[in-house]
């Protein structure tokens, strides 16, 4: 079999396995008895993403439609360090959190959105529009100023207890900063100084994650990695006078593709663990066991 047919198969065997792992998930620890909960909703959103991320990256390699592949690339990296984050430890709390501030950042977007508008028609329509679609969530909240209300004190509600804590510090006579200072993010509620992704991924161990691989995705997403990928074309006609300068790729595409393919397995890994899914609920023809039998004679 060719190398890109293996290839391939690879990539197609992992995503259908992978989904197959949300089913039983699904089909194994949720019912009317034990519902899904927000932290629940964190994990498996994130890990559908991921998959979805991983089988689009491989579609537009295959069909070498690349321009845009660095932004998922580097999009699959933050939510991969996300859902590690999460699965660490505190594993409820930190699921909520993100969630809540996900919820809260759309109602802030969208808030800044409407503001920005000058035409009072249209945003009088697009309220009303977007009010039918809150109505129709089943809850208490009927408007958008009520989601906005309320993501906005829950998100506040996160940081309560780090608040605390440090007026607690305070009264003690020792040094924290003050509370305006400390950085509203979800990853941050601790208000441990985790103010950025980079301090993310040094809280668990990833520097060579961020500075290897994020750093020159980021690069490229904002434009500023073409300098150091002008390389001099060989000259071999020595009357010439003026060299050529070509742009060539900053990373290894197929390389790329590889990591990101070994940080799915690794996640699955990581949510079958925390689910609690045994080996033996794993069809045995499925690829990502395969990958599991491997990897547990390599350790």
């Known amino acids: 079999m060719a190398t890109e047919e293996c290839e391939e198969l690879g990539m197609d065997s992992l995503v259908r396995d992978c989904d197959e792992v949300i089913g039983i998930i699904f089909d194994s620890k949720f019912d009317h008895k034990h519902p899904l909960e927000v932290f629940d909703t964190a994990i498996l959103t994130l890990y559908s993403s991921l998959i979805d991320k991983y089988k689009t990256v491989n579609i537009l390699q295959d069909q070498r439609v690349t321009t845009e592949v660095n932004l998922i690339e ?3 990296i933050e939510q991969y360090v996300y859902l590690l984050f999460i699965l660490d430890k505190h594993t409820k709390e930190r699921g909520r959190a993100y969630l809540i501030n996900q919820r809260y950042e759309s109602y802030r977007q969208t808030k800044r959105l409407l503001d920005n ?7 009088r329509e ?4 977007i009010d039918g679609i809150i109505k129709a969530d089943r ?3 009927q408007t958008f100023a009520d ?9 506040e509600n996160l940081f309560k207890p780090a608040l605390l804590r440090n007026e607690q510090k305070r009264r003690k006579g020792l040094s924290v ?4 200072k400390i950085k509203r993010i979800w990853y941050n509620v601790a208000a441990d100084g985790t103010n950025n992704f980079r301090d993310l ?3 668990l161990g990833l520097d060579d994650l961020y500075f290897g691989f994020y750093g020159p995705l980021s690069m490229n997403v904002h434009g500023v990695d073409s300098p150091v990928n002008l390389v001099f074309d060989n000259i071999t006609d020595p009357g010439r006078n003026v060299a050529e300068v070509v742009l060539q790729a900053g990373h290894d595409e197929q390389g790329t593709v590889s990591l990101l393919r070994a940080f799915l397995i690794e996640i699955t890994l990581k949510v079958c663990h925390h689910y609690a899914i045994s080996r033996n609920k794993i069809p045995n023809q ?5 990958m599991i039998r491997i990897l547990s004679h390599q350790n």
């Open 177 to 180: 900063p003050p509370d305006k």
């Open 147 to 155: 989601g906005l209300s309320y993501f906005s004190g829950e998100f």
């Open 117 to 123: 508008l000058s035409d009072e028609k249209q945003v």
């Open 201 to 203: 991924c040094r809280k």
């Open 74 to 76: 580097r999009s699959f």
């Open 286 to 290: 499925m690829y990502l066991k395969q």
């Open 126 to 129: 697009l309220k009303a529009s």
């Open 139 to 141: 809850t208490d909240r």
